[in-house]
């Protein structure tokens, strides 16, 4: 729950404490749209965009294609609410001529390079609803306060001239814009930014843009945006939508689509970046007493300063051989004076509330996914044993039933065997039987001759 409630944080555009540091990276990507909030002091934040817009080319000269890198570097020092920021792209642009036929060539350079500083000047307070435990009702109730917005301002300056052909507006002109952000939840804000740019020149431009955000679980977020920009000769705007995954504390992934309306044209924008913070951020701390009161340093007294040249030379050479943990005070009672040697007093910052459970936090998910990959291992490890057991059963089955087929053959052969035999046998007997008739026929034949002869023999 506080590892949740420490990544509810927004990013994008979200934010939702006072404080201008937060724990996680606060990317104003993929949106162009600006929060009144810096990103803290000691954080160096660069948030890049690979983009590629396509849009039909008009009668006349126009940039219907354009192919880019765009880099947006931001820090801050001196104040947690300034912010300093350099906003620039790194593109190549087609421009073409469309009349009878269309014909075009490509110019690399430059789009845009705006160096800006931008101020949180006001940031209201909501009711703790999680105090209200009287009323359900009164719990979960809408806090009207939250149509008061955060607002901060913004100056910059436009190098106009150093910009490719298509994106060149002459000398430095400057900018400045109002920056408001209503938090209408945990979940849900609205950034509205409003924008006078290239002021003093025939490029001079009003333009404004509103962009909300909902943060769908504790790494996704989606947002919706629309911008209108007013030219002298022209108007021109887009809508977007995209999403960002925050990769980790200090990195965070996006990615948008937008349509283009440039007069009577429509086009199309889709880009994906990356948002990356190098993170040296030291959180300030008062040091005070049990009563609440500041404790200044103490200076300290340099017992050498009544000395002599060589008397003091003497004493700097001895103090690089002491230990620099430990030093000399002298205690005086009356007349009697007591060098003694004790360690030097150290004062330690007590650590932050947040490092702490961000540490703990880290330290269960490493427990977790210890306990996880041992468990996955013993799993693993309990299916290859059931299934070398499974094999084992297999085996021994198969043996079992190859030896009842062996035995079974060896009965079926046996059996044929002595069929064969008293086959054989009774064939015999009755070869014995034919050879015995045979006999006795032959003999009856003889027989039957002799009395034909004695027959004969008593005729004659």
Same mark, same amino acid.
């Given at each position: 729950?506080?590892?949740?409630?420490?990544?509810?944080?927004?990013?994008?555009?979200?934010?939702?404490?006072?404080?201008?540091?937060?724990?996680?990276?606060?990317?104003?990507?993929?949106?162009?749209?600006?929060?009144?909030?810096?990103?803290?002091?000691?954080?160096?934040?660069?948030?890049?965009?690979?983009?590629?817009?396509?849009?039909?080319?008009?009668?006349?000269?126009?940039?219907?294609?354009?192919?880019?890198?765009?880099?947006?570097?931001?820090?801050?020092?001196?104040?947690?609410?300034?912010?300093?920021?350099?906003?620039?792209?790194?593109?190549?642009?087609?421009?073409?001529?469309?009349?009878?036929?269309?014909?075009?060539?490509?110019?690399?350079?430059?789009?845009?390079?705006?160096?800006?500083?931008?101020?949180?000047?006001?940031?209201?307070?909501?009711?703790?609803?999680?105090?209200?435990?009287?009323?359900?009702?009164?719990?979960?109730?809408?806090?009207?306060?939250?149509?008061?917005?955060?607002?901060?301002?913004?100056?910059?300056?436009?190098?106009?001239?150093?910009?490719?052909?298509?994106?060149?507006?002459?000398?430095?002109?400057?900018?400045?814009?109002?920056?408001?952000?209503?938090?209408?939840?945990?979940?849900?804000?609205?950034?509205?930014?409003?924008?006078?740019?290239?002021?003093?020149?025939?490029?001079?431009?009003?333009?404004?843009?509103?962009?909300?955000?909902?943060?769908?679980?504790?790494?996704?977020?989606?947002?919706?945006?629309?911008?209108?920009?007013?030219?002298?000769?022209?108007?021109?705007?887009?809508?977007?939508?995209?999403?960002?995954?925050?990769?980790?504390?200090?990195?965070?992934?996006?990615?948008?689509?937008?349509?283009?309306?440039?007069?009577?044209?429509?086009?199309?924008?889709?880009?994906?970046?990356?948002?990356?913070?190098?993170?040296?951020?030291?959180?300030?701390?008062?040091?005070?007493?049990?009563?609440?009161?500041?404790?200044?340093?103490?200076?300290?007294?340099?017992?050498?300063?009544?000395?002599?040249?060589?008397?003091?030379?003497?004493?700097?050479?001895?103090?690089?051989?002491?230990?620099?943990?430990?030093?000399?005070?002298?205690?005086?009672?009356?007349?009697?004076?007591?060098?003694?040697?004790?360690?030097?007093?150290?004062?330690?910052?007590?650590?932050?509330?947040?490092?702490?459970?961000?540490?703990?936090?880290?330290?269960?998910?490493?427990?977790?996914?210890?306990?996880?990959?041992?468990?996955?291992?013993?799993?693993?490890?309990?299916?290859?044993?059931?299934?070398?057991?499974?094999?084992?059963?297999?085996?021994?089955?198969?043996?079992?039933?190859?030896?009842?087929?062996?035995? /079974? #053959? =060896?009965? *079926?052969?046996? !059996? &044929? %065997? @002595? $069929?064969? +035999?008293?086959?054989?046998? /009774? #064939? =015999?007997? *009755?070869?014995? !039987? &034919? %050879? @015995? $008739?045979? +006999?006795?026929?032959?003999?009856?034949?003889?027989?039957?001759?002799? !009395?034909?002869? @004695?027959?004969?023999?008593?005729?004659?």
């Amino acid at each position: 729950m506080i590892k949740k409630l420490l990544l509810f944080i927004a990013f994008l555009s979200t934010l939702v404490v006072n404080a201008q540091y937060t724990t996680v990276i606060n990317s104003n990507r993929p949106g162009f749209s600006e929060s009144p909030y810096s990103v803290g002091s000691g954080v160096y934040q660069f948030e890049t965009n690979l983009f590629f817009r396509k849009i039909n080319a008009t009668p006349t000269f126009s940039n219907p294609e354009a192919f880019g890198l765009n880099l947006l570097f931001r820090t801050s020092f001196f104040s947690e609410k300034l912010e300093f920021n350099l906003n620039t792209s790194i593109q190549r642009d087609k421009i073409a001529f469309k009349n009878l036929f269309e014909s075009s060539y490509n110019k690399v350079g430059l789009g845009n390079l705006t160096l800006g500083a931008k101020y949180l000047i006001y940031a209201p307070k909501y009711n703790d609803k999680k105090k209200e435990i009287r009323s359900w009702r009164a719990r979960h109730s809408f806090d009207y306060k939250r149509w008061i917005p955060h607002i901060g301002i913004y100056a910059g300056l436009n190098f106009g001239s150093l910009l490719n052909e298509p994106h060149k507006e002459g000398g430095i002109s400057p900018k400045v814009g109002l920056l408001l952000q209503n938090e209408f939840s945990s979940k849900l804000n609205v950034v509205t930014n409003i924008y006078y740019d290239n002021i003093g020149t025939d490029f001079s431009e009003l333009s404004y843009i509103v962009t909300g955000t909902y943060n769908f679980n504790d790494y996704w977020s989606g947002f919706a945006e629309w911008q209108d920009i007013f030219e002298t000769y022209e108007r021109k705007n887009n809508i977007g939508v995209g999403a960002a995954y925050l990769f980790s504390e200090n990195m965070q992934f996006n990615a948008a689509v937008r349509s283009n309306f440039n007069q009577d044209e429509i086009g199309i924008t889709t880009s994906i970046g990356v948002s990356y913070r190098l993170n040296r951020h030291k959180d300030k701390f008062l040091e005070v007493d049990e009563f609440g009161n500041k404790i200044e340093a103490q200076k300290t007294t340099k017992y050498t300063q009544n000395k002599g040249f060589f008397g003091r030379l003497f004493d700097n050479i001895k103090g690089l051989f002491k230990k620099k943990d430990k030093q000399t005070i002298t205690i005086k009672e009356g007349e009697k004076e007591e060098e003694i040697t004790i360690d030097k007093p150290r004062r330690e910052r007590s650590k932050s509330l947040v490092d702490v459970i961000v540490k703990e936090d880290i330290k269960q998910k490493k427990k977790t996914t210890k306990a996880e990959k041992k468990a996955a291992k013993k799993a693993k490890k309990d299916a290859e044993k059931a299934v070398k057991n499974k094999e084992k059963e297999r085996l021994k089955l198969e043996k079992e039933i190859k030896k009842l087929e062996e035995k /079974e #053959a =060896k009965n *079926k052969e046996k !059996e &044929r %065997l @002595k $069929l064969e +035999k008293e086959a054989i046998k /009774e #064939a =015999k007997r *009755k070869e014995e !039987e &034919r %050879l @015995k $008739l045979e +006999k006795e026929i032959k003999k009856l034949e003889e027989d039957i001759k002799k !009395e034909e002869e @004695k027959e004969q023999n008593k005729d004659n």
